[in-house]
């Protein structure tokens, strides 16, 4: 599975780091040398997310791609982003393709690890990412303890109103924008972020967060078993927990989104194969395929006509739900998102 | 007869080391030159300074993430021993049968994901759970928080660890010659001292084996802690985690990743002056 391809030996890059990387990538070069043939073999190596995720991919992207062009699609996961930037950094490739998050993306296009690629549907471009798929950070909220739930974030953090214990991810550049929109601020004016203001909004409602979640399943298992009443979570995740019969409601508005970039590893010898990958993968069919099985909303708008109003329903991306929601700028985000992680890794623990 | 085993004994004197080169050779490769460039990295990334080290040593966040870290793996495997070692005794002095019934048991847990069994937890300590609903069907009316506290990450931990101790420290007590015991008993060693004085020293290769394991394997733990801990159980590992793999800060990462390196070895250097690692051989 972890196919490991050589690009170029690692000591005939003039690579700004020593002669042990080299010698590294060399050595893994050397192992390495069957796979050559098969690098040139047509086929591409994807980055996934595995489980569901992946099954959603093989059946509407990989599978169908491979049909259409005989490029045979190879899977390595879990999505990694650093493994990306060591590509680059060594010349040996396990894969030719990745997603990245809209914060990663700025990140890797400033580092010069992605390709440069072209605009393959109107607006579907930005720093050299192709915009994809989005998932939302919605408000959801157990409907044994209030059938009437909150309406935006300003009513999460009302804790006389709304009493009970509480969930938000543990990562600052998702909870700072809420703590500001709680904190009464309009969404046009979000960023640059103000992040004093927006630590000074998460001081009110520290003490009511049970737990700060970090993985995906654990804020579907802490909603479902009721072990918090309100949770600001993705929106897969509440589907997730309603299917399993939880009485849990949410709601679109204020719903944070996240859009998901397919790129290119910088230097791959399979580039032009990865462009056409992405080309077919952000097609309208595809996608809306894609899109519909792993609970994401659809980017380009060509996709909508492929899905049907029952489906859009639960997507971020379609025009009656997407109007109530807001993006993240991660250009114009207010400060460096490091330093402003740590101080809210900081700010968790203390 | 004598004079032929010396020399045997001297000519064989280099096999041993000749059959380790494969294994030197394959831990240079893929040991030694990786971790010398994350050394390396750590002083170099971004740029060729210290400031890597001062932001480590210096920053709030990490300095308590590392003492928090430490004084988890300690206390697990404080744990990890009171749970295991009468576990383990028992085991040793059962028929051979009975002792196999309780290894399957405890390895049992082995078979199945810890990710799963972290899970497991959440659900046996939640609000709702089992444990709280027998607290409160006993009389009490507000049973104590239990998920999200240090008690349930610590019991996690334990119950994924405690494995290691035990069999470590079983595989040491099947050996003992019982005719030690009986030579102690018959010349009026009784109780706690003979446990002090003959068993327990016996034992101490399996303990130290099994602390060194244990104590090691906690220090890399992140995951339980995040999940099933207070806010505040942030392990070292987890912020390297973050450092790499969303920032790419691989010097900070790097940084961190030395300096618990060499905080590990140290604490294991003392741990070797006060009781001695060779025990670890038996």
């Known amino acids: ?277 992405i080309q077919f993968a952000t097609g309208g069919k595809p996608l809306a395929g894609f899109a519909t099985q792993a609970d994401y909303g659809p980017l380009n708008p060509a996709a909508n006509e492929f899905i049907s109003e029952e489906d859009a329903r639960r997507m971020p991306t379609s025009p009656e739900n997407y109007k109530q929601t807001f993006e993240q700028d991660m250009v114009n985000f207010g400060g460096d998102p490091a330093q402003i992680a740590e101080r809210f890794e900081e700010w968790v623990a203390s | 007869m004598g004079v032929n085993i010396a020399k045997l004994t001297q000519r064989t004197d280099l096999w041993p080391w000749l059959l380790l080169t494969p294994l030197a050779v394959y831990m240079a490769i893929f040991f030694v030159v990786p971790l010398a460039d994350v050394a390396i990295m750590s002083f170099t990334e971004p740029s060729p300074t210290l400031s890597n080290y001062e932001r480590v040593l210096t920053g709030g966040l990490y300095l308590r993430t590392f003492l928090n870290t430490f004084v988890t793996a300690i206390t697990v495997t404080l744990c990890c021993l009171f749970v295991g070692y009468p576990l383990a005794y028992l085991m040793a002095s059962s028929k051979p049968r009975t002792a196999m019934l309780i290894l399957l048991l405890v390895t049992m847990s082995f078979w199945t994901s810890f990710l799963v069994r972290t899970y497991a937890w959440m659900v046996l300590l939640g609000n709702n759970g089992p444990v709280v609903w027998l607290l409160q069907t006993i009389g009490m009316e507000r049973p104590p928080q239990l998920l999200f506290t240090r008690f ?38 009784r109780g706690f001292s003979l446990f002090r004085h003959v068993y327990l020293p016996l034992t101490a290769p399996g303990i130290a084996n099994g602390s060194v394991l244990v104590f090691v394997i906690c220090l890399g733990f992140y995951v339980t802690p995040v999940l099933l801990g207070s806010p505040r159980e942030q392990m070292i590992a987890g912020l390297i985690g973050n450092q790499i793999d969303e920032f790419l800060a691989f010097g900070m990462g790097s940084a961190m990743a030395m300096v618990l390196l060499v905080v590990t070895l140290a604490i294991l250097a003392i741990y070797h002056r006060r009781f001695g690692l060779d025990k670890l051989w038996g």
């Not at chain 1, 995720?53 to 062009?69: C, I, K, N, S, V």
């Not at chain 1, 650093?82 to 010349?91: H, S, V």
């Not at chain 1, 700025?106 to 720093?127: D, H, M």
């Not at chain 2, 101790?165 to 079983?170: G, P, R």
């Open chain 1, 1 to 277: 599975m972890t196919n490991i391809r050589n690009r170029t030996p690692g000591f005939l890059v003039s690579d700004r780091r020593t002669f042990l990387k080299g010698a590294g990538a060399a050595m893994a070069g050397t192992l390495a040398m069957p796979y050559i043939a098969r690098a040139q073999d047509n086929t591409l190596y994807i980055n996934t997310w595995g489980g569901p995720w992946e099954e959603a991919a093989r059946a509407h992207l990989f599978d169908p791609f491979t049909a259409a062009t005989d490029i045979q699609v190879r899977t390595v996961s879990p999505v990694s982003f650093a493994k990306l930037a060591q590509q680059t950094r060594t010349g040996v490739y396990e894969f030719d393709i990745t997603t990245l998050g809209g914060a990663e993306l700025v990140r890797a296009n400033q580092a010069g690890i992605i390709e440069t690629l072209a605009e393959p549907y109107p607006g579907g471009l930005f720093q050299n990412g192709v915009a994809s798929h989005a998932f939302a950070t919605v408000i959801s909220w157990r409907t044994d303890k209030f059938p009437e739930g909150p309406k935006n974030w300003a009513d999460f953090w009302d804790v006389e109103r709304f009493p009970g214990a509480r969930s938000l991810q543990r990562y600052a550049a998702r909870v700072l924008p809420i703590a500001l929109l709680a904190d009464g601020v309009e969404v046009k004016d979000l960023y640059p972020l103000d992040v004093e203001r927006a630590f000074a909004s998460l001081d009110r409602i520290k003490e009511h967060i049970r737990v700060w979640w970090t993985a995906g399943s654990q804020s579907t298992q802490i909603l479902r078993d009721g072990e918090v009443d309100l949770i600001g979570i993705w929106h897969g995740r509440h589907y997730e927990a309603e299917a399993a019969g939880a009485p849990v409601a949410m709601t679109w508005n204020q719903g944070e989104i996240d859009r998901a970039y397919w790129v290119v590893a910088k230097g791959t010898p399979n580039a032009d194969n990865a462009k056409a990958f």
């Open chain 2, 152 to 189: 349930s990450s610590t019991l996690a931990m334990v119950h994924i660890l405690a494995p290691y101790m035990i069999m470590n420290i079983y595989s040491v007590m099947r050996k003992i010659d019982p005719t030690l015991i009986r030579s102690a008993e018959s010349l009026g060693a």
